[in-house]
């Protein structure tokens, strides 16, 4: 057993300060304040002022470290888990059919050993006129049968699939999901506000990065924004990087729906790299200041975010810490049906982040072991 100590632990739902966490392998045996069960079975370590939390839950990400998930997925997981992530969802943009269920099967055994949450289909069945940093040329109406055959592919290993419910065969591609257990996320749409209620009562339950990639929220027309924030059975993603959003914005959102937020990277190749080239799918994209555009225009193409980022940014913002953690904590977990992570509970796996007073990363634990958070961990340097 490891005992760890700091100056304060957060599960998710309680604050203990100070307070210790005691792992057994890769479970947590137990939670508390310090002195409350004999902890001198074991190592003891003490962090001193810090604050424990969960580890971080990302459901939407695409790389990092000058790769996406289907070329190098440790590569990219070691970025991430760097900067406090122990889970991620594995999201692959649209690509032609064929390329597409290769890399699902390709990525599937990742996540039936655990490695990968799941994997995150963010495309073909996408709004050509909301399209974002996607090939407009493989972009296809949601046959459910299609899509049946994508969920197949992965033998369960798809988690989440985002699609334009407007589109033909929308709606009973929603209800096929609903039917197999996956995530429906209405997202890169032109829905207008009934067919976004629509899709929600037949089975949506996330907004894919909320606001970006659908119509503005207008006073006449009030598209499926409105229908998204209404709903209380809808999780709502957020990229909060400087650039995808205001921050008085998502402060706002923290403000109005703190329990349904969920912070998510949308991070693709160029993360935790310096400027340069790169690629989003078949797409070349250029990454300058750390903002990624499509080459030659003012299309942002995913983000360069970590989320130990974009918790600074929220607290930055105003919004409480407690409140900013469990986003990227507690309710992605829940969002995803994540049952043993995003809190810090007897029986949950031993995923922690150590937190310095300024809310930078100053540890982090997968499955019980401490990582490697040496600055540039995973980096080889911009892809192509």
């Given amino acids: 057993m490891i005992v760890l100590r700091a100056a304060h632990v957060f599960t998710g739902e309680v604050e203990h300060s100070p307070g210790e966490v005691i792992l057994d392998g890769e ?46 997925p440790e590569r990219v997981l070691a970025l991430h888990r760097a900067h406090g992530t122990t889970s991620l969802i594995a999201s692959l943009v649209t690509e032609p059919l064929d390329v597409l269920h290769e890399q699902i099967t390709r990525l599937a055994p990742l996540v039936h050993a655990g490695t990968l949450a799941g994997i995150h289909l963010e495309g073909p069945w996408l709004a050509a006129a909301y399209k974002g940093a996607h090939a407009e040329e493989h972009l296809r109406d949601p046959d459910p049968d299609e899509v049946r055959a994508a969920l197949d592919a992965g033998d ?16 009973a591609s929603i209800a096929l999901l609903r039917e197999r257990g996956v995530v429906a996320a209405l997202g890169h749409t032109a829905a207008d506000h009934a067919t976004a209620m629509a899709a929600i009562k037949t089975g949506v339950t996330g907004a894919t990065h909320l606001f970006n990639a659908m119509p503005a929220l207008h006073h006449r027309h009030p598209g499926p924004v409105l229908a998204l924030l209404n709903d209380p059975r809808v999780w709502l993603e957020v990229i909060l990087d400087g650039v995808h959003l205001s921050p008085d914005l998502v402060a706002w959102l923290f403000e109005i729906h703190p329990d349904r937020l969920v912070l998510i990277t949308d991070a693709m190749a160029a993360t935790g790299c310096c400027d340069g080239a790169y690629r989003l799918g078949s797409l070349p994209v250029e990454v300058r200041d750390g903002i990624a555009r499509i080459a030659g225009t003012r299309t942002i193409a995913g983000s360069t975010l970590t989320l130990d980022a974009a918790l600074g940014r929220a607290v930055g913002a105003g919004v409480d810490w407690r409140t900013a953690v469990r986003s990227l904590t507690v309710l992605p977990a829940q969002y995803l049906g994540l049952p043993d992570v995003g809190h810090l509970h007897p029986g949950a796996r031993a995923d922690l982040v150590a937190l310095d007073p300024h809310w930078k990363v100053a540890g982090v634990w997968h499955r019980g072991r401490q990582v490697d958070t040496t600055p540039g961990v995973g980096i080889a340097g911009p892809a192509r």
């Fill in 27 to 72: 479970r947590i045996v137990h939670v508390g304040p310090i002195g409350e069960r004999p902890s001198d079975t074991g190592e003891t370590v003490d962090l001193g002022d810090v604050t424990l939390v969960p580890g971080f839950v990302d459901a939407h990400s695409h790389g990092a470290a000058g790769v996406a998930f289907s070329e190098d």
């Fill in 156 to 171: 369960g290993a798809v988690r989440m699939v985002t699609l334009a419910a407007e589109r033909p065969g929308g709606l």
